[in-house]
């Protein structure tokens, strides 16, 4: 099936750096989402974006929806140890009802 | 939010037995959702099952491999029938609750 193509698909970095990842997709979305997953868990959403342009922020994460709605970007300000972990990028055609296609995942590693 | 719980939440297998994942919401949703997870990789949706119809199966998926039930609004089961090692991934269900999809923490299988 379809997948969106995330980048970087792994960052190694120290505690206290500011982390940028993003998504970009072939086609449109209406609904841009990120998840982030820890071993042995499920995805936890982290950011819901539902606008072209949107800016949106949760705590040390920023996301915004790109314009063209065909990609989005996820920041994370001032990394701590808890940030490691896969995150991922999905998108939804509609709000709200609908499968989400999921990006190619990012694994963030704190280098001690 | 939803809580999800999953059962199991690991197996090992044997090749051409079949494993029924159960999936347990605590509230009722109209949409749950199957998605696979392969070794270091995205998810990916399985299918869609809503109560009272037949789920909804994803390019590459199909009913006599993965057959899905779902007696109502809070349970659903995913079957994974005559297994091969291909088959080892984590199974995840998800739920959509006030427009946002949740996961459970997944169930691990390993085929031998």
């Known amino acids: 099936g379809q997948q969106l193509n995330q980048s970087p698909q792994s960052m190694f970095i120290q505690e206290g750096e500011d982390v940028s990842m993003n998504c970009t997709s072939s086609?449109?979305?209406?609904?841009w989402l990120w998840y982030k997953q820890d071993p042995g868990e499920g995805p936890v959403l982290l950011i819901a974006?539902?606008?072209?342009?949107e800016l949106t922020s949760n705590g040390r994460l920023t996301a915004q929806f790109g314009i063209t709605r065909k990609d989005s970007f996820l920041n994370i300000s001032a990394s701590i140890p808890s940030d490691v972990g896969i995150y991922f990028c999905a998108g939804q055609l509609s709000f709200g009802n609908e499968k989400l296609t999921f990006g190619t995942g990012t694994r963030l590693t704190i280098i001690p | 939010s939803a809580v999800i719980s999953q059962k199991p939440s690991r197996d090992i297998c044997q090749r051409g037995t079949s494993l029924t994942i159960q999936c347990q919401v605590d509230s009722q949703v109209t949409m749950m959702f199957w998605y696979r997870q392969q070794p270091g990789q995205s998810l990916t949706l399985i299918a869609t099952a809503n109560q009272g119809s037949e789920a909804t199966y994803e390019s590459g998926f199909v009913i006599d491999k993965f057959p899905i039930s779902r007696p109502n609004l809070t349970f659903s089961t995913l079957t994974v029938s005559n297994m091969s090692p291909e088959d080892s991934s984590i199974y995840l269900c998800?739920?959509?609750?006030?427009?946002?999809?949740?996961f459970g923490a997944g169930t691990r299988l390993s085929v031998l």
């Open positions: 086609s449109i979305f209406n609904t």
């Open positions: 974006l539902y606008k072209a342009g």
């Open positions: 998800s739920v959509e609750s006030t427009s946002i999809q949740y």
